[in-house]
Nanobody, 121 residues
Framework: QVQLVESGGGLVQPGGSLRLSCAASGTIFRINAMNWYRESPGKQRELVASDPSSGSANYADAVKGRFTISIDNAKNTVYLQMNSLTPEDTAVYYC???????????????WGQGTQVTVSS
């Protein structure tokens, strides 16, 4: 079994910063991708930032220049540094990972439990 555990959400004032973490644990042979998504009320879940291990990271237009995704492969952990936060960034942020548990099994999708980020004065 594989688990993704997120941390780092909370309440922050506009212009502030937060750093989200997501650690994968369990039976892991290879992590093929680790991304961040977010979901706000009335909106579909959207991709915020994608795994940079395959080259350059990809970001949603709304967060380019403000958010940075990074991965610590030794710790199986992905981070999302969020700067210059605005109320429009308020959402539940989800970690996603595509993980193979063994050489003889296909990669599977895993999701974290979500962490609330609220940007408000």
């Amino acid at each position: 079994q594989v688990q993704l555990v997120e941390s780092g959400g909370g309440l922050v004032q506009p212009g502030g910063s937060l750093r989200l973490s997501c650690a994968a644990s369990g039976t892991i042979f290879r992590i093929n991708a680790m991304n961040w998504y977010r979901e706000s009320p009335g909106k579909q879940r959207e991709l915020v930032a994608s795994d940079p291990s395959s080259g350059s990271a990809n970001y949603a237009d709304a967060v380019k220049g403000r958010f940075t995704i990074s991965i610590d492969n030794a710790k199986n952990t992905v981070y999302l540094q969020m700067n210059s936060l605005t109320p429009e960034d308020t959402a539940v942020y989800y970690c996603y990972a595509l993980i193979r548990s063994a050489t003889w099994t296909p990669a599977r999708d895993y999701w974290g439990q979500g962490t609330q980020v609220t940007v408000s004065s």
